[in-house]
Structures are given as structure tokens and as C-alpha cells.
């Protein structure tokens, strides 16, 4: 029997996030004008977004022993996200990450992954990340938590969907490195660029078939402004997005996947699936940090 609706598995981060005057490139200069520290991590950042829509939540990740872990712990416990799949180490530091946005909401991110790149699929609690409807991937950035995500995909029942988020760094590692997780993957919510690495095609609509084609059941592609594009092989839709102020989007592809899960749990068309990941998203840009603008499920109400 489940006992979530959706477990995470990704890394856990303290985000340092400084606004700036602009994205300095190689020998430039910018000042910073303010500064937050803020729980980070993309699977982490959609499992709140699903906490805070009225889903029962887990999480699978490593921690350090230090303040951060702390911090992490309670913002968990703050949002209702059950914290008993996380593992703690003796040593090592709970992974960062530096974040700069620019007036813009734009933003550019250094990830120092600390522990977050030593979970080994021996460590972790297998029921606990298989008792669950769905089962969302995010990234890390060294081989050895990327290996622990590969072999634990195949002890999972089949009842239970994998969704994949697959951020930059995995996108990177193209088709034929990602295949583990591709062929075991349900949904796959990527951004346009991400899709292009992935598939080599540069038009999204291609690359999404090209995707269904190899087996994924669906595939919602994050286009930022333009909204998202969402298809299941007989269906597909381009849904608009909703209009926003930008201060920072950070979080926001993280927040459109918690959106989206939403829909598919509560059997919504694909095109409200998108629709609610939208929604979620252009609220999330309206405040600094990647989980302050997350909506709650009263939010929904537009739906009806």
C-alpha cells in the first residue's frame, strides 16, 4: 500500500541567493544590493510545492550534521514534508548552492554539492522511496548519487510513476548516459534547452515525440514566458502562461513540476496538468527564493 502520493529524490541545498545588478561575465563587474539564505534543492522545491497543495510527501537525500542540516530539516517539518528518508552523515557539509538574479529575475547558479554526491543506494531506505504513487527524480552533480538513482529505479513496483526533472546537469550527460532512468521514466518534464540536449532536435515538438517514441507516457516541456507544451503522443497542447511580475525565477521549472504532478494526481486532463504547472510557476517568480512564492491549494480555486 502507498503511503505517500509523491516521494522526492534529489539533492538537498542551503540556497544563497544575492540580488545583483546584472549577470557579470568573465572580467566584469556587478554589486550585490540584498541577500537571502533559503532551502534549495529541485526535487526538494517541488515536494514543498506538492506539500503545500495538499499532497503527502517524502523525501530521499543526504544531509551533513551541521546548521544547514538543521535548517533543512525544519523547513521540511514547517511544510509537512515527511523527513524520514533522509539520511544524515557523521561528516561532511549539507550541499549550497550561490545563486546571483539579476533586476531581471534572471539568474545564474554555482552548485558546491557537498554530501549530496556521496548517497549510495545502500544507505537509503528502499520501501520507504517505493511506498508511494509517484517518485520524482531531480539531479545531482557526481556519479555516485546519479548511480544510487539508477539502481534503485528497477526495485520500484511498477504501480508506482517515475517522474524526472532533469535540470542541466543531467540533460549534459545526453541521450545514451540518461537511458537507465529513461527507459524507467513515466514523465519527463525537461525546459526547451534541457530537451535539446537531450534529443538534438531544436524544435520542442520534435524532440517531445521523439521522447514518446522511445516509451515515455508523457513529456511537458517548461518554455519559461511562452508557457509549457505538454503531449502524450495522441495528445499535445501548448498552454500559455499566466501573467506575472518577475522578481526571481529560481524554483520555477521546480514549481511547474509540482503543479504538474498535482494534476496527474488528481486525474486532470493533460492540458489542466500543464495549466495548474503554470499556474504554480507564475506565482513562485513573484518572490525572491525558489520556495517563497509557492501557492497553497486554496490557490486552485481558478479551476473550478
Known amino acids: 500500500m502507498n503511503q505517500f502520493d509523491v516521494v522526492g529524490f534529489g539533492a538537498l541545498n542551503i540556497d544563497k541567493l544575492f540580488k545583483v545588478n546584472k549577470l557579470a561575465s568573465a572580467e566584469e563587474e556587478s554589486f550585490i544590493g540584498s541577500y537571502v539564505e533559503t532551502c534549495g534543492g529541485s526535487a526538494a522545491n517541488t515536494i ?135 527507459n524507467k521514466t513515466n514523465v519527463l518534464i525537461p525546459n526547451a534547452i534541457e530537451l535539446k540536449l537531450l534529443t538534438g532536435k531544436a524544435n520542442y515538438r520534435r524532440g517531445a515525440k521523439f521522447l514518446i517514441q522511445k516509451g515515455i507516457e508523457i513529456v511537458a516541456v517548461k518554455l519559461g514566458s511562452a508557457g509549457s507544451y505538454v503531449t502524450n503522443g495522441a495528445e499535445n497542447y501548448l498552454v500559455k502562461s499566466f501573467d506575472a511580475e518577475v522578481v526571481d525565477t529560481t524554483g520555477a521549472g521546480d514549481a511547474f513540476c509540482a503543479g504538474f504532478i498535482t494534476g496527474l494526481l488528481n486525474e486532470e486532463s493533460l492540458f489542466d496538468c500543464a495549466r495548474i504547472g503554470n499556474f504554480v510557476a507564475s506565482r513562485k517568480i513573484t518572490k525572491f527564493g525558489a520556495r517563497a512564492g509557492l501557492p497553497y491549494l486554496k490557490d486552485l480555486d481558478f479551476l473550478d
Open 48 to 182: 514543498v510545492g506538492l506539500a503545500r497543495l495538499g499532497c503527502k510527501v517524502g523525501f530521499v537525500g543526504k544531509i551533513g550534521s551541521d546548521r544547514e542540516s538543521k535548517v533543512i530539516l525544519q523547513d521540511f517539518c514547517i511544510e509537512g514534508v515527511d523527513t524520514k528518508g533522509i539520511v544524515q552523515a557523521v561528516q561532511g557539509k549539507t550541499g549550497s548552492v550561490f545563486g546571483f538574479v539579476d533586476k531581471k529575475g534572471q539568474r545564474a547558479l554555482y552548485v558546491d554539492p557537498g554530501v549530496n554526491d556521496t548517497i549510495t543506494y545502500d544507505e537509503i531506505d528502499h520501501d520507504y522511496a517505493c511506498k508511494t504513487k509517484y517518485l520524482h527524480l531531480s539531479s545531482f552533480v557526481g556519479e555516485i548519487s546519479f548511480e544510487t538513482q539508477k539502481k534503485l529505479l528497477p526495485i520500484v513496483s511498477k504501480s508506482t510513476k517515475i517522474t524526472l526533472d532533469p535540470g542541466m546537469l543531467y540533460a549534459n550527460k545526453g541521450y545514451t548516459a540518461l537511458e537507465p532512468l529513461l
